[in-house]
């Protein structure tokens, strides 16, 4: 599988899962890792992520990046023109993972904008926001603050 990352919405890269396999990199704590690459050593730490978005914030050694990452479904709904009116008919949120809800910033019958965040949804030991894909107003809330979650779980519905 190939994968297409862009930093800081300015350089673009192509990564294969060959190129991953061979990555030299350590977990050193719940969001952080040791990379080393060419000889040289790296401090990475996962700041912030956004799994609708699959864009993440990553602190590499003193420098922080915003890093965007599709992969080839992604890249081809985008190239057939798809991505941007596929989001506005989305009804409902899924868990993208398995995780605990750590916290719901929505309540049903609240008016939510694109991009609003609607819940926390700890999953690997990290905080992920969900934000609203559209502008709606949310229907149902199907799970609460605590509940643990299996990938596919159906969290919050849309008029």
Request: some cysteine; charged content about 25%; overall charge negative.
């Amino acid at each position: 599988m190939n994968f297409k990352i862009t930093v800081n919405s300015e350089a673009e890269f192509d990564i294969s899962s060959e190129d991953l396999s061979k990555l030299n990199c350590i977990k050193t704590s719940e969001t952080g890792y040791h990379i080393l690459h060419e000889n040289k050593s790296f401090q990475a730490e996962i700041i912030s992520s956004n799994f609708n978005k699959k864009t993440y914030q990553v602190n590499i050694n003193i420098n922080a990046y915003n890093v965007t990452i599709h992969n080839e479904l992604d890249i081809l709904i985008e190239k057939m023109g798809f991505a941007l009116s596929s989001a506005k008919h989305i009804d409902s949120i899924k868990a993208p993972m398995p995780g605990l809800i750590l916290d719901i910033s929505v309540s049903i019958g609240q008016t939510v904008n694109e991009d609003d965040t609607l819940l926390i949804l700890e999953a690997m030991k990290m905080e992920n926001a969900l934000t609203s894909p559209r502008q709606g107003i949310i229907k149902s809330i199907s799970v609460k603050k605590g509940d643990a979650v299996d990938k596919g779980a159906l969290l919050i519905e849309f008029e």
